[in-house]
């Protein structure tokens, strides 16, 4: 049977490229890719191909959203990793079909899973590709390799010195890894120390060429100083967080080291949400609706200068020439990080010196890019997946609009 096309129209398309808006617009899709992008004027069907048309009325077209940081085991509810993990792996697994659900709605078409325990990732995105439950394609990295002891531990994916961390290599990709993660400082997990390095920088480079063998990425956390130097030579290419943490768990810039970032060419996932942003939404709006006690006044407060000193990091790395680097990521899951908001981080970054064009290409085609998987994803191009959101709003001039989604669509499918 020939394909049907479906050409869909709105007020407007951006396609991810960097290129201008195109205003009264239509994107044409035949099967699972995109066949042309351009002026309704110019797309409109053949009488005789008996082409399904689809009007957004109003509304903007730009490509599906991609988070690069995520855990899918986690709910995101505000308890403590040591809370979270006495859940079952299967309750983690309901956690992460009702997460998948979350971010899909919110525009969220392609993410990347950064550690989950035992065989929770591969579970979702073997579901997943079953058709088991709706969801945003994935990538999965399995458990994170971490120190004894180290943050995420309970994944299940400990090894010390640099045979361990072959072997721990070796054992996830032929499990089925995309990429392989590492923790290369201490997190959030009670007993380890992010402002320490937790791996030496010739165990991050054994980690890292091992999985180059593979043919696989890598990504590690990195929160203090001393894991992002080590994981600058060591070769890594893509960098969580960046925190410019001392170990006296104080957060300082350093512009060399972000010099050596940007000579280097590694791509960087801020996650400045994760700083505390959803602590100040929430006691914001309950300042604003029945007031807040002096515990709770504090709360705001120290959650606002970690959020400011973050944002203002960020600041600086975009001035150092690190903008063409950052990719978009959420570390959805981890404490009160809810999955559905990856817009939050959009927001910091528009006040961190981000235009709103800037921050569209790098939540679509930049983050398809550091992960790579740019040549099915991230733009509205010609033989692209037809992966894309419509959205109330010009998304290349109002970084809001990508908060308001209408509808989701994956490999040319209407799926929200």
């Keep these: 049977m020939p394909i049907r096309p479906l050409i ?12 201008p808006a195109i205003r009264d617009a239509a994107i044409r899709i035949e099967g699972e890719r ?10 409109r069907p053949h009488p005789d191909e008996h082409a399904t048309v689809v009007d957004h009325p ?17 709910a995101g509810d505000g308890r403590a990793y040591e809370e979270m993990a006495e859940d079952s792996d299967e309750m983690m697994v309901l956690a992460g079909v009702m997460n998948l659900g979350k971010h899909l709605r919110s525009g969220v078409t392609t993410l990347r899973d950064n550690g989950a325990r035992n065989q929770i990732g591969f579970t979702l995105r073997d579901g997943a590709k079953r058709g088991y439950f709706p969801s945003p394609r994935m990538l999965v990295c399995g458990r ?21 961390i072959r072997k721990a290599v070796r054992r996830l990709v032929h499990e089925g890894a995309d990429h392989i993660k590492i923790m290369a400082s201490g997190g959030g997990t009670r007993g380890t120390i992010p402002g320490r390095a937790s791996y030496t920088e010739s165990e991050m480079h054994a980690a890292i060429h091992e999985a180059h063998l593979f043919g696989r990425l890598t990504v590690a956390h990195c929160r203090a100083k001393e894991s992002m130097v080590h994981a600058v030579n060591a070769g890594l290419d893509l960098m969580e967080h960046a925190e410019f943490l001392d170990p006296d768990g104080v957060m300082r810039f350093d512009p060399e080291i972000a010099a050596m970032m940007r000579e280097c060419g590694v791509y960087i996932s801020p996650t400045l949400q994760a700083a505390g942003y ?21 709360r705001l407060k120290a959650a606002e200068e970690r959020v400011e000193t973050r944002v203002g990091h960020f600041r600086q790395m975009l001035d150092l020439g690190l903008l063409h680097r950052m990719v978009a990521g959420s570390d959805a899951g981890c404490g009160n990080l809810e999955f559905g908001h990856l817009d939050y981080d959009f927001h910091l970054m528009h006040r961190g010196g981000m235009s709103a064009m800037q921050i569209l290409e790098s939540a679509t085609r930049i983050t398809a890019e550091a992960i790579g998987f740019a040549a099915d994803v991230g733009t509205l191009e010609p033989g692209k997946l037809a992966d894309l959101i419509v959205v109330d709003g010009d ?6 609009a990508l908060s308001r989604v209408r509808a989701v669509y994956q490999t040319g499918q209407r799926v929200v």
Excluded at 288 to 296: D, F, M, P, R, V
């Design 8 to 19: 869909l129209t709105c007020a407007g398309v951006v396609d991810g490229t960097g290129s």
């Design 144 to 164: 994170p390799i971490t120190c004894t002891g180290g943050h995420f531990w309970w994944c299940n994916e400990e090894a010390d010195g640099e045979a361990e």
């Design 395 to 400: 998304p290349s001039s109002d970084v809001t």
């Design 58 to 74: 109003g509304l903007w077209i730009c490509p599906g959203l991609i988070d690069e940081h995520t855990h899918l085991g986690l």
């Design 34 to 43: 995109v066949v042309a992008v351009g002026p309704v004027a110019t797309l």
């Design 278 to 298: 959803p602590t100040v939404v929430a006691l914001r709006a309950k300042r604003g609706s029945e007031g807040l006690t002096k515990a709770e006044e504090q």
